[in-house]
């Protein structure tokens, strides 16, 4: 999956979570500072799932899009910032997700999500905003988040 944004730069991350929509750990946030962990990469604004090798009690891999606040502390997903999403499927094709701006002061947003399905995988885009920015979205996700 590729993040592409214009406006001001966007991080792309990912969480883990089993099937209670929980991490397993704070270690499932993966993102620049811990880009590779249970079969999940981030590089730049691509996040790169290894589905084999993602444990399986991992049942949904969550790409999320957020602003650099300390780069950006008055940013948020509104006209002048967007973003879209590309996911690449075995298959060759493109699939794309470009919601609408956001009208809330969001600063973080759930892309897509990569989730079991029976014996596989299948992707939904989900465009969810969030305004309580990546703390809240980390908290909701059971992340320990330091002040």
């Known amino acids: 999956m590729r993040l592409i944004s214009t406006g001001v730069p966007v991080d792309v991350s990912a969480v883990l979570l089993t099937s209670n929509g929980k991490v397993r750990s704070d270690h499932d946030l993966v993102f620049y500072n811990h880009p590779d962990h249970d079969g999940v990469r981030t590089s730049g604004d691509t996040v790169t799932a290894d589905l084999p090798h993602v444990?399986?009690?991992?049942?949904?891999?969550?790409?999320?899009a957020s602003i650099d606040l300390e780069a950006q502390p008055t940013a948020c997903?509104?006209?002048?910032?967007t973003w879209h999403v590309e996911v690449a499927q075995p298959s060759g094709e493109v699939l794309a997700l470009a919601p609408a701006p956001f009208v809330s002061g969001e600063t973080v947003a759930i892309a897509m999500e990569i989730?079991?399905?029976g014996s596989g995988w299948r992707a939904r885009a989900v465009g969810k905003g969030y305004g309580t920015g990546?703390?809240?979205l980390?908290?909701?996700?059971g992340i320990d988040v330091e002040p």
């Open 138 to 141: 980390a908290a909701d996700y």
């Open 77 to 81: 997903f509104d006209q002048s910032i």
């Open 115 to 117: 989730y079991r399905h």
């Open 134 to 136: 990546l703390a809240g």
């Open 55 to 64: 444990p399986e009690d991992v049942h949904t891999v969550a790409v999320l």
